[in-house]
């Protein structure tokens, strides 16, 4: 099913991430894992895509897996820098024939010390978008969207026309990056709407289940952190059975905020673990109804 279907209404939607092995041995604790998430019938399963290579190759594989073996809605993450365009026109087309109906279209982020933009290479999700819809003009495109601006961003004003021009060009959904204060999230989609980017926005939720993971996490996105969130982290982070228990209440409280003012898509970073996702759906059974 295209997830923009999913998305028509305001029915709430859970959808729930992962990622495909880094190398070809750890494919089958990922399978597992990956049939284990599947089993909680999500709304959709997202894939990432390792930018440049690495996992790439297993992340069609995954997205077929889920839908033709699980029966579960997927799609696919692709990104543009660091692939020539071959690369990224070759990758649509396997989508394609493997019958993949949502792409996620990224940018990537640029390796370090590279020079950007590159020659002959895409330069911005934008680009790529424009790409997939001449290429498969079937497919569902989304696109991501940082309730806290990219960090390479000028500002949030310039980020957002840059997402308009996403939007433009075809880019049917938003998901956003992960942020841990739901105000930050709401503020972020009245000026969404305020520049006239209408397209559903899907709200983007991590579970920090592990100490180590908050500093990776923060790094990775630059998100603020409340001072709620920090205590937890200061009170549980060195019990990893309390952490983790934590982390579910707090991801599973924001969901709720979320639900309760509206916001009715949510996209968990479930990360592979499917006790976790398993966690947050039991705390939510009677408001999915799942
Ligand atoms: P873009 O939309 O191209 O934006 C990147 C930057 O360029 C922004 O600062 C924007 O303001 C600016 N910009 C855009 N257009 C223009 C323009 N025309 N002129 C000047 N500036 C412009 N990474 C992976 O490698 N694999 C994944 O699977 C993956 N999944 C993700 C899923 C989600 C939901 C999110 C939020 C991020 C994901 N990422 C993933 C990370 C993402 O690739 C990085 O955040 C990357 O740095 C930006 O990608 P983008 O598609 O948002 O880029």
Redesign the pocket.
């Given at each position: 099913m295209k997830v923009s279907d999913l998305l028509k209404d305001d029915k709430v939607t859970l959808s729930m991430e992962v990622f495909p092995p880094k190398t070809t041995t750890a494919f089958e604790s990922v399978n597992k894992a990956v049939k284990e998430i599947s089993a909680l019938k999500p709304d959709f399963i997202s894939v990432?895509?390792?930018?440049g290579g690495g996992t790439s190759e297993h992340t069609v594989k995954l997205a077929k897996d889920i839908k033709k073996e699980y029966g579960v809605s997927s799609m696919a993450?692709l990104?543009c820098v660091s692939s020539t365009r071959e690369t990224v026109q070759n990758q649509i087309k396997l989508m394609q024939e493997a019958g993949i109906e949502n792409v996620?279209a990224?940018?990537?982020?640029i390796p370090s010390e590279t020079e950007f933009p590159l020659p002959g290479q895409f330069h911005?999700?934008?680009d790529l978008v424009k790409e997939i819809k001449s290429i498969a003009p079937e497919m569902c495109i989304g696109?991501?969207c940082?309730p806290e601006g990219?960090p390479?961003?000028l500002n949030k004003t310039?980020?957002i026309l840059?997402i308009k021009?996403?939007v433009e060009e075809g880019c049917e959904f938003l998901?956003?990056?992960m942020f841990f204060d739901n105000s930050i999230f709401y503020n972020y989609l009245y000026r969404l709407r305020e520049a006239g980017v209408m397209v559903p926005v899907i709200a983007?939720i991590m579970p920090i289940t592990r100490k180590k993971q908050v500093e990776r996490s923060i790094q990775l996105s630059g998100c603020c952190v409340p001072a709620r969130f920090k205590s937890i982290v200061d009170w549980f982070g060195d019990n990893p059975a309390k952490m983790k228990q934590a982390g579910i209440a707090y991801a599973t409280d924001q969901i709720i905020d979320l639900i309760a003012n509206g916001i009715t898509h949510v996209h968990i970073y479930t990360m592979n673990d499917p006790e976790v996702a398993a966690g947050i759906q039991r705390n939510l059974s009677e408001i999915i109804g799942k």
């Open positions: 990432t895509y390792g930018a993450h990104t996620l990224l940018r990537g982020d911005y999700a934008s696109g991501a940082y990219h390479e961003a310039d980020d840059h021009k996403k998901t956003t990056q983007g």
